[in-house]
C-alpha cells in the first residue's frame, strides 16, 4: 500500500512570490491535515480537509490556504511569500476524522524563501 | 491557553540504559494523546494513541502512559535504532491538534 506523497519533496522560492504543494493520501483515506515544521516554532497545524471541505483551521493569516479536490487529493497555496515562510510542510492523511484514526504523514515538501 | 511541552529537550542514553520522556499538557479538554518518532528528513510516524487517564499502551521497547496532566513514553532497554526525536501531540475537544517541540533521543552503542 503506497504511503501519503507530497510533490515536490524540495522547493526555492522569492520572498512575494506564490506557491503551491500537493498532496496525495493513502488510498482510501478522506481526511488531509497540513502542518508546518520549523526549528523554531515545532510542529503546526495549519488545516484539516474532509470530503472537500475544511473541517478546521489553525492560527495562520489568510495568505495560507488549501482545498480538497474529489478524489481526496489536497493542495495548499502560500501567496505573498515571507522570509519566516521557510519550513518543512507536512501533509498527514487517515482514513477518517474522529480521533481513533491514526495519521499517516508523509516526507514532507522543504519550502525554502529567499 | 492550550500548550504542550516536553522534556527533557535532548537525552543521550548508553544502550541498554533504560529512561523516560515527559509530554506535560494544558488543554481545554482532551480527546486524544498521540506520540510520534520522527526520524531525520521524514514526517512523524504513529506510535500511540491515549485517549483517559490511566491507560497504557506498549509496543516492543516503548511503553506510553497518561495522566490528567501529563504523559511519559517509558523506553526500556534502548537500542541505537530507536535514536529518533519523540513528539507527543494533544487533540483537544474544539478538534484543535496542538504538537510538543520533541525530545531528541540519542542512543549511543
Known amino acids: 500500500k503506497a504511503g501519503v506523497t507530497q510533490t515536490p519533496r524540495y522547493l526555492i522560492k522569492t520572498r512575494g512570490q506564490q506557491v503551491t504543494l500537493s498532496c496525495s493520501p493513502i488510498?482510501?483515506?478522506?481526511?488531509v491535515s497540513w502542518y508546518q515544521q520549523t526549528p523554531g516554532q515545532g510542529l503546526q497545524f495549519l488545516f484539516e480537509?474532509?470530503?472537500?471541505?475544511?473541517?478546521n483551521k489553525g492560527n495562520f493569516p489568510g495568505r495560507f490556504s488549501g482545498r480538497q479536490f474529489s478524489n481526496s487529493r489536497s493542495e495548499m497555496n502560500v501567496s505573498t511569500l515571507e522570509l519566516g515562510d521557510s519550513a518543512l510542510y507536512l501533509c498527514?492523511?487517515?482514513?477518517?476524522?474522529?480521533?481513533?484514526?491514526?495519521?499517516?504523514f508523509g516526507p514532507g515538501t522543504r519550502l525554502t524563501v529567499l | 491557553e492550550d500548550q504542550v511541552t516536553q522534556s527533557p529537550e535532548a537525552l543521550r542514553l548508553q544502550e541498554g540504559e533504560s529512561s523516560s520522556l515527559n509530554c506535560s499538557y494544558t488543554?481545554?479538554?482532551?480527546?486524544?494523546l498521540f506520540w510520534y518518532r520522527q526520524d531525520p528528513g521524514k514526517g512523524p510516524e504513529f506510535l500511540f494513541t491515549?485517549?483517559?487517564a490511566g491507560e497504557e499502551k506498549e509496543k516492543e521497547r516503548l511503553k506510553a502512559t497518561l495522566t490528567k496532566k501529563e504523559s511519559f513514553l517509558h523506553i526500556t532497554a534502548p537500542k541505537p535504532e530507536d535514536s529518533a526525536t519523540y513528539l507527543c501531540?494533544?487533540?483537544?475537544?474544539?478538534?484543535?491538534?496542538?504538537f510538543g517541540p520533541g525530545t531528541s533521543l540519542s542512543v549511543i552503542p
Open positions: 498527514a492523511s487517515s482514513l477518517d476524522t474522529g480521533v481513533g484514526n491514526e495519521q499517516f
Open positions: 488510498s482510501g483515506h478522506r481526511s
Open positions: 480537509y474532509f470530503s472537500e471541505t475544511q473541517r
Open positions: 488543554v481545554s479538554g482532551l480527546r486524544g
Open positions: 491515549l485517549y483517559s
Open positions: 501531540a494533544v487533540k483537544t475537544s474544539y478538534d484543535k491538534v496542538i
